[in-house]
């Protein structure tokens, strides 16, 4: 599996060749237990990603729930100086790290095992691909750990899901910046009344 997610950023797994083109930025990846790449919300977040450092770069980005790495090692691929990836799970950590590596790129992204509530500070991209129950619980704390002028880009939830979580955000100021949709069944999750996944990309100006 590969696909190309800019003119020169391609997306690839570890157990598949791949002939790169001249001038490509290849990211070879294991997804172990965690979304693999190919994940429709995955591919939701990493276009709204390229999009958002062809706009306006960022120099700090955080992965939240950043299972095998993908998202922030995508932005640093994409230019972004300081990422850190965040996840409960010591498994994904552990596919995060071996990731990194693999790319070589276990110096400009660091990895965390735990929960958000541990970070202080502030990151000028912020991208969270979370179940919209956890989505639901943790708007305050993104909003939290976003730069004032920053962008939170959110998926992982379905288009009958979307607009409930979107106000939560207007009420608190963000405006709707850009908007990813895509149509695919995913074995692992209910269809519950859509196959239309969401991505969001918000600002405050």
């Known amino acids: ?16 060749p791949y002939r790169s083109r001249p001038g490509d930025r290849v990211l070879t990846l294991r997804s172990g237990t965690a979304f693999p790449p190919s994940h429709s919300t995955t591919q939701l977040c990493l276009e709204l990603l390229a999009a958002a450092q062809m706009e306006k ?3 700090t980005f955080l992965d939240v729930g950043c299972g095998g790495g993908i998202l922030a090692l995508a932005g ?10 965040i996840d409960p799970s010591a498994a994904a950590i552990r596919v995060a790290q071996d990731n990194a590596r693999r790319n070589r790129l276990a110096g ?8 958000t509530e541990a970070l ?21 704390e993104l909003q939290r750990l976003t ?8 998926s992982g939830f379905r288009e009958t899901q979307e607009q409930t979580l979107l106000t939560l955000y207007l009420n608190q100021g963000w405006q709707l910046h850009r908007r990813a949709t895509l149509d695919r069944w995913e074995i692992e999750l209910p269809a519950e009344r859509s196959y239309t996944w969401v991505g ?6």
């Open 1 to 16: 599996m590969f696909y190309r997610l800019a003119p020169q950023l391609v997306i690839r797994s570890a157990w598949r």
């Open 57 to 59: 770069p960022a120099n």
């Open 76 to 85: 640093a691929r994409l230019g972004i100086a300081f990422s850190v990836g």
């Open 108 to 115: 400009q992204v660091h990895w965390l095992q735990g929960s």
């Open 120 to 140: 202080r500070g502030h990151f000028e991209l912020v991208v969270a691909n979370l179940p919209w129950t956890v989505h639901m619980a943790k708007v305050m």
């Open 147 to 154: 730069y004032p002028q920053g962008r939170l880009i959110l």
């Open 200 to 205: 969001l990309t918000l600002g405050y100006q």
